[in-house]
């Protein structure tokens, strides 16, 4: 069994049913990342070398707007319309460009859906990084 401080050295050396089933599942290309590779302009027959991930991971950062849990659904309709007006506006996207950053416009549910499936993909990882019994 690994601990904390071994967990990368051992991690592979034994690998359980239970962990390439999750492994498999996390591995899998999801049309969702296309839209992370945009900006790369790739062509066909091009590759791309991803250090830092791991296996099968494909690593981005987020941005969202949350708000309070009880918020008012009329609110939360008014705010995100004003957020996506912004969005539209051709001086936003090129700053964010500038930025190497772009925009993927979401619904609140969109947003919702979302962090759901970031939970599950990285809920095992970090479960075994640092499980929650403290060991």
Known sequence: ??????????????????????????????????????????????????????PGFFAGGWTVLVAPNGTPEGIIRKVSADIQKVQANPEFIARLGKLGAYLTKMTPQDVQAFVNREQETWRPVLEK???????
């Open 129 to 135: 990084l640092a499980p929650s019994d403290g060991k």
């Open 1 to 54: 069994m690994s601990t904390r401080e071994s967990f990368y050295t051992d991690h592979w050396r034994e690998i359980e049913d239970e962990r390439i089933t999750r492994y498999e599942q996390m591995f899998v290309w999801r049309d969702q990342q296309l839209v992370l590779l945009e900006g790369a302009e790739l062509k066909p027959g091009q590759r791309v070398l991803d250090i830092g991930c791991g």
